[in-house]
């Protein structure tokens, strides 16, 4: 397993669009600018480890997650593998952070 910027930046738009965010907001929320949110959304740029931790504080998500794609030990681990991300979805609807 490696760290890929392309799907870890998918993972992120994701977070940011469920958050009805618009790059512009993210960029505020982290200091950072439209432009520079862009690149990591798209794969073009990683960012510090500082800022994806800030990111995953933001999205009560875990760093796993937006780094690997992994959603975590617990519950989640019981899911089959193909079910985790409708699964982790419902939940996160369920809490509300979608």
Known sequence: MSYDLAESGKRIKE????????QDGLGQVLGMTQPCI???????KGT???TLVQLADFFHITLDYIVAGKLGGGVFEEVPEDKREK???????IVGLV
């Open 38 to 44: 862009a690149n990591i959304e798209s794969g073009r």
């Open 87 to 93: 699964v982790f979805n419902i939940f996160r609807e």
């Open 15 to 22: 977070l940011r669009l469920r958050s009805g965010m618009s």
């Open 48 to 50: 510090t480890i500082d």
